[in-house]
């Protein structure tokens, strides 16, 4: 049974100010599925890109973040998800004075991401 431990997986710099722990993945033993916590500095953003295989399901777990989906902004914060359909551009940007954690979970495997 794979129990992850978050300590246990590194952050990788995503982009100035964004970090990712790789929690559920292919080398943990999933089949389908990645979990990723991300970190968002304040004023840092994640940038406006499409997923063009698969959604993204982005679970905001603390922070203000502006989300960004197709053409709508709207501020969300702790408690909310965001349900970003394939191929459908987002971004997410911190604009709080705190560090926003969020959960990004792909049903893939292979996340694949373009910037738009």
Do not use: C
Request: hydrophobic share 40%; no cysteine.
């Amino acid at each position: 049974m794979p129990v992850i431990r978050t300590a246990d997986s590194q952050p990788q710099s995503l982009w100035e100010g964004i970090t990712s722990r790789a929690l559920v993945r292919k080398e943990v033993g999933a089949a389908a599925l990645t979990v990723n916590e991300v970190t968002v500095a304040p004023g840092a953003s994640i940038p406006l890109h499409i997923h063009p295989t698969h959604e993204e399901g982005i679970v905001i777990l603390e922070g203000d973040v502006e989300a960004t989906l197709g053409d709508e902004k709207r501020k969300v914060t702790g408690g909310y998800t965001v349900l970003a359909p394939k191929g459908v551009k987002h971004s997410l940007k911190n604009v709080g004075k705190a560090p926003a954690r969020i959960l990004a979970i792909f049903p893939t495997t292979e996340p694949q991401r373009v910037l738009v």
